[in-house]
């Protein structure tokens, strides 16, 4: 009786140092670099890419919104015209940012 042999793993080639399986469209793998790159241009003008809920400092109350506009503002959570400080809340890792303010560190929700 013969032994089926082991499974073999889909063959994947290197591009720019990390693993593809071959069954990926090379036209799927430039559109998500394309993706990628619109999305790095959005957020240099200011706009809100992100998956995870906005951000409030439970120390000092700075607090993330997002304009009609999709704009990122910050402002104290007291704040009675709402105008953006320019502030921005700084990623230390994945889930946790950093106030600039007083800089508490603070566990992100990922959407």
């Known amino acids: 009786m013969t032994r089926p042999g082991p499974h073999r793993q889909a063959k994947s080639r290197v591009v720019s140092g990390r693993r593809q399986p071959r069954s990926v469209p090379r036209e799927l793998v430039e559109l998500f670099r394309k993706l990628a790159k619109v999305k790095a241009q959005v957020r240099a003008l200011g706009?809100?890419?992100?998956?995870?809920?906005?951000?409030?400092?439970?120390?000092?109350?700075?607090?993330?919104?997002?304009?009609?506009?999709g704009l990122l503002v910050t402002y104290p959570k007291d704040s009675v015209?709402?105008?953006?400080?320019?502030?921005?809340?700084?990623?230390?890792?994945?889930?946790?940012?950093?106030?600039?303010?007083?800089?508490?560190?603070?566990k992100a929700v990922i959407l």
Do not use: H, Q
């Open 47 to 69: 706009i809100f890419t992100d998956d995870r809920e906005l951000l409030e400092c439970p120390n000092c109350g700075l607090l993330e919104d997002v304009t009609a506009k």
């Open 81 to 106: 015209d709402l105008k953006d400080c320019g502030l921005r809340f700084r990623p230390v890792d994945e889930t946790r940012f950093a106030c600039p303010k007083c800089g508490t560190r603070i």
